[in-house]
């Protein structure tokens, strides 16, 4: 590149000004989704506790009145292409590898049945916490050594 013509004269010049520009963008981008999530998540914990302050040292109920087992026995063809389509693999692929991700996929399709389109439940899944994650479901029911129902921790 030449004092006189800021036109690169290689590419060799103009990919680090690209790049610089590039990275200015995702910057931006990050900022602006860290942003919106935070919004959104605003948004839901003020829905699970009827304002914006959860009390010190309480989590969120779950927002989801079923265990996840639930959730996933009744997934039918439309939420698994649904599922695939936005999380990039099938939910049987993912279970066993990555249990939060799982869980959003599941939180994805509740949020789908309470109506919302699937790029908003996209959106209000990924918002969420890996706290929040665990916690948005009921807990799994497990029968105890002697038959009785009792409530287990709420993995996805």
């Known amino acids: ?79 698994e292409i649904a599922i695939a389509s936005h999380y990039g693999q099938k939910i049987g692929d993912m279970r066993e590898a990555d249990v939060i991700t799982t869980g959003r996929a599941l939180a994805f399709v509740w949020f789908r049945r309470q109506g919302q389109r699937d790029k908003e439940a996209h959106e209000s899944s990924m918002a969420l916490t890996m706290r929040q994650v665990v916690e948005f479901f009921a807990p799994e029911v497990k029968p105890d050594a002697e038959g009785n129902a009792e409530s287990a921790s709420p993995t996805p």
């Not at 989704?33 to 969120?60: K, M, T, V, W, Y």
């Not at 009744?74 to 939420?79: I, K, Q, R, T």
């Open 1 to 79: 590149m030449t004092t006189d013509n800021p036109t690169p004269d290689t590419l060799d010049h103009l990919t680090p000004e690209v790049r610089a520009l590039v990275e200015q963008a995702l910057a931006d981008q990050q900022a602006a989704n860290a942003a919106h999530a935070a919004q959104h998540l605003a948004h839901l914990e003020a829905d699970a506790f009827g304002s914006a302050e959860i009390p010190e040292g309480r989590h969120a109920a779950p927002v989801c009145p079923m265990p996840p087992s639930e959730i996933l026995m009744s997934l039918n063809g439309f939420d």
